[in-house]
């Protein structure tokens, strides 16, 4: 079992995300993330209490807001194709901050490295030439969640743990 921290994008933008991704993956090749898999990670705590990250997120305030999907890239030391903002919008980096606090003072160790604010949408991908235009997306951010990710033969499987309203 394996726990983490993220944003869930609503039904309809997670469908667009997955439809984009399979046209996306024509030119790329990889591995489409499935729709219901679709989020942005916040902290990823690995095999670790629940219980104690569940009582860092409720000490976490944050605002509500807009997460525009901006631009798609492919990262070649991932292999991976993301869509995200152009820039991390403020209330997003605020909210990963208050996260991170509250996770450092209950000793979870994180990585030490600055957060990009991306959803992975295929992995094991390869350059292409080009993507193909992202759709119109609204993704609300209104709350983030713990979710408890468990490794088997079939892929992962994933759980919502808590919510945690802004």
């Known amino acids: 079992m394996r726990i983490f921290f993220a944003?869930?994008?609503?039904?309809?933008?997670a469908r667009a995300l997955a439809g984009w991704a399979r046209e996306a993956q024509r030119s790329?090749?990889?591995?489409?993330?499935?729709?219901?898999k679709i989020h942005l990670t916040l902290a990823f705590l690995g095999d670790a209490d629940?219980?104690?990250?569940?009582?860092?997120?409720k000490s976490v305030q944050g605002k509500?807001?807009?997460?525009?999907?901006?631009?798609?890239?492919?990262?070649?030391?991932?292999?991976?194709?993301?869509?995200?903002?152009?820039?991390?919008?403020?209330?997003?980096?605020?909210?990963?901050?208050r996260l991170e606090l509250q996770l450092y003072k209950r000793d979870f160790i994180l990585e030490r490295r600055p957060f990009?604010?991306?959803?992975?949408?295929?992995?094991?991908?390869r350059a292409a030439q080009s993507l193909p235009p992202l759709p119109a997306l609204d993704w609300p951010v209104r709350e983030f969640v713990l979710v408890r990710s468990t490794l088997s033969s079939a892929g992962s499987a994933y759980e919502v743990l808590g919510r945690f309203a802004l």
Do not use: C, M
């Open 7 to 13: 944003l869930w994008p609503p039904a309809e933008t």
């Open 28 to 36: 790329t090749g990889g591995s489409p993330t499935q729709e219901g």
């Open 50 to 57: 629940s219980a104690k990250a569940i009582d860092a997120a």
């Open 64 to 97: 509500t807001h807009s997460l525009p999907i901006e631009q798609a890239r492919y990262w070649r030391d991932n292999r991976i194709v993301w869509a995200g903002p152009r820039e991390t919008p403020p209330p997003l980096l605020e909210l990963f901050k």
């Open 116 to 125: 990009a604010a991306h959803v992975t949408l295929i992995r094991k991908a």
